[in-house]
């Protein structure tokens, strides 16, 4: 790897490249860290770029549903849930009490 500036994943999904102060004393970075944040973030892009550029016009949401080839006979009873709907739900209850 060359030796570059350390670039911070933010929640935007754009770099930032400025110094981060540590939010309290006992949050610091290491070395290590900021190199393992930093080679995530650019296989995550990679793996973002690659998605696109197999898509005509490079446009489309980026989640992909998965569907197993050969299903777990253990799940059959499986309900997914609604997480949308959930958290609203909890919202509401919230509100009630």
Same mark, same amino acid.
């Given at each position: 790897? %060359? $030796?570059?500036?350390? *670039? #911070?994943v933010?929640?935007?999904?754009k ?10 004393? *006992?949050? &610091? ?8 944040v #930093?080679? &995530?973030?650019?296989?995550? @892009?990679?793996?973002? #770029?690659?998605?696109?550029? @197999? ?6 949401? +980026? ?10 006979? $253990? ?5 997914? &849930?609604? +997480? ?6 909890? %919202? @509401?209850?919230?509100?009630? *009490?």
């Open positions: 790897m %060359t $030796s570059s500036p350390v *670039s #911070r933010v929640y935007n999904g770099r930032n490249n400025s110094p981060r102060s540590p939010t309290n004393s *006992s949050e &610091i970075f290491t070395p290590a860290h900021e190199e393992n #930093r080679f &995530i973030y650019e296989a995550w @892009q990679g793996v973002e #770029r690659d998605l696109r550029s @197999q898509l005509p016009g490079g446009e489309r949401g +980026l989640v992909e549903e998965y569907v197993e080839k050969v299903p777990n006979p $253990s799940l059959k009873t499986f309900k997914p &849930i609604d +997480l949308s709907d959930l958290k609203r739900r909890n %919202t @509401q209850d919230a509100k009630k *009490s």
